[in-house]
């Protein structure tokens, strides 16, 4: 596992914490791997989930840090998304939580 992989766990764990989820969403870092959410916690994962975002590993990283909002770079072309969009938003609003 990748030290980027390690520390979108842990950023996604503290941001989850306390927050059940029905969903479960896939963070597909380019050239690092998967992060998968759902109802039982943060892993890495390749499942498949509900919704895929794939971004680079510096976008994740600005999106976790709180320097990008979700929604902006899912707007600019930074932040793809596949599956359901519903899920996405949900995902969107909680890491836009600082």
Same mark, same amino acid.
């Given at each position: 596992m %990748?030290d980027? !992989?390690? %520390?979108? !766990? +842990? $950023?996604? =764990?503290e941001?989850?914490?306390? +927050? &059940?989820?029905?969903?479960?969403a896939?963070?597909?870092?380019? &050239?690092? /791997?998967?992060? #998968?959410?759902?109802?039982?916690?943060?892993?890495? *994962? *390749?499942?498949?989930a509900?919704?895929? #975002? !794939?971004?680079?590993? =510096?976008?994740? +990283?600005? !999106?976790? $840090?709180?320097?990008? &909002?979700? %929604? *902006?770079?899912?707007?600019?072309? $930074?932040?793809?998304?596949? /599956?359901s969009m /519903?899920?996405?938003?949900?995902?969107? &609003?909680?890491?836009?939580? +600082?």
């Amino acid at each position: 596992m %990748t030290d980027i !992989i390690e %520390t979108a !766990i +842990k $950023s996604l =764990e503290e941001k989850l914490h306390g +927050k &059940n989820i029905d969903f479960s969403a896939k963070f597909d870092i380019e &050239n690092e /791997g998967s992060v #998968l959410v759902d109802g039982t916690g943060v892993r890495a *994962s *390749s499942e498949d989930a509900d919704c895929t #975002l !794939i971004a680079s590993a =510096e976008t994740f +990283k600005a !999106i976790l $840090s709180g320097e990008v &909002n979700p %929604t *902006s770079a899912f707007m600019s072309g $930074s932040l793809k998304v596949e /599956g359901s969009m /519903g899920v996405a938003m949900q995902l969107g &609003n909680i890491l836009a939580w +600082k």
